[in-house]
């Protein structure tokens, strides 16, 4: 598609041009990002720029957090997005999964000039932008990672990867710039290319629209669509207790994937519906508990973050505790089958972890 110019006279074409024909590199790219990140059509909180990762020589462009606290890696080329890209940005976003809350806050506190700054919070930021981009439940940062690649053209290769990788849930997003020029005004123009945008005329004919079912039932939706009988057997319990043993908001059944029990506006406790286990989610104050300690309390193994993803599947019920920021830890438990969610040891630690809720 081309860029029009309205004038007296009519449509005039404004005329296309090329990064490397205007000089421009990559920083200018970078530098507009920066300035305004909603230019990739989403919004992101930018607290990155050429971010060294420890143990390697790999400098990434950018790093940003959307507003499900997923760490969002951005890549940038003038020219053609090619080979070898989308593995580089692969081995970025590997990189990150392994970091922490305070490797982030670190990073952000050096983009924003704040080093030796003791007020700085960066968790606090986070929260902000979240109220700002119309989150109402505040997510935890970095349980997932994501890639948008930015340059002037996408090559089929990278393309076919890119669709791939999506299908294999991998969230990745390709973005083409164009750029036009008229005298000494300079235009860019950013499109989306994977994923495609949904055509806002495609439910036109439909008979009737229908809302998503964990919407309108979602008690039905996870319990039969999503667990097995053993595993809804499992979630129906583990809510009795909750429900029996806590004065606390919920369930709430209406997410896609997890039920949640909130306290203040917070999900205290998620349960990840599957049919082969459960995740319990668990928010709590730092330092209270530790992963080896839980581990031995409840009698299953320690998720081990270095295992390959067959080896983790592959796992009994395991437990790790991750840090989410200097105030609040995450507890995920992976409850698989045999997992006893009426044992004593489970309900106290249901307890305690009620006790060390971040109030």
Not at 248 to 263: D, L, M, R, T
Request: aromatic fraction near 10%; charged fraction near 30%.
């Amino acid at each position: 598609m081309a860029l029009w110019k309205i004038t007296d006279k009519g449509p005039a074409k404004v005329k296309e041009t090329k990064f490397k024909q205007e000089k421009l590199l990559e920083e200018h790219l970078e530098d507009w990002i920066a300035s305004d990140p909603s230019m990739l059509g989403e919004p992101l909180l930018l607290f990155g720029r050429q971010v060294i990762i420890p143990d390697t020589k790999d400098r990434l462009d950018l790093l940003a957090v959307d507003s499900n606290g997923s760490i969002t890696v951005i890549e940038l080329k003038r020219g053609q997005l090619k080979d070898p890209v989308d593995i580089q940005s692969l081995r970025y976003a590997s990189y990150v999964s392994k970091w922490h809350f305070q490797d982030f806050e670190n990073v952000a506190r050096n983009y924003f000039g704040k080093i030796g700054d003791a007020e700085f919070n960066f968790n606090d930021m986070f929260e902000s932008f979240c109220a700002e981009s119309g989150v109402d439940a505040i997510p935890d940062i970095n349980t997932e990672q994501r890639i948008i690649i930015v340059g002037s053209s996408v090559r089929e290769k990278l393309g076919s990867v890119a669709l791939w990788l999506r299908e294999h849930s991998i969230d990745i997003k390709l973005i083409e710039v164009q750029a036009y020029k008229e005298g000494d005004n300079l235009f860019i123009e950013p499109t989306t290319i994977v994923p495609m945008p949904v055509s806002r005329f495609i439910s036109v004919g439909k008979r009737g629209t229908e809302s998503q079912p964990w919407s309108t039932d979602g008690k039905s939706w996870h319990l039969e669509k999503r667990c097995s009988p053993k595993t809804k057997e499992m979630l129906l319990l583990l809510d009795q207790i909750v429900q029996d043993e806590f004065e606390i908001e919920g369930p709430k059944w209406s997410q896609q994937n997890y039920v949640a029990y909130p306290i203040n506006n917070y999900n205290w406790l998620c349960v990840h519906t599957k049919p082969r286990f459960l995740v319990i989610d668990l928010l709590v104050k730092t330092g209270v508990f530790k992963t080896e300690d839980l581990a031995k309390r409840l009698g299953v193994e320690k998720f081990d973050t270095d295992e390959t993803l067959a080896e983790k599947l592959g796992m009994p019920s395991t437990v790790f505790v991750k840090n989410r920021n200097q105030k609040s830890d995450r507890v995920r438990l992976r409850a698989k089958e045999d997992f006893d969610v009426k044992s004593k040891s489970f309900i106290d630690f249901l307890k305690d972890a009620f006790k060390a809720f971040p109030k």
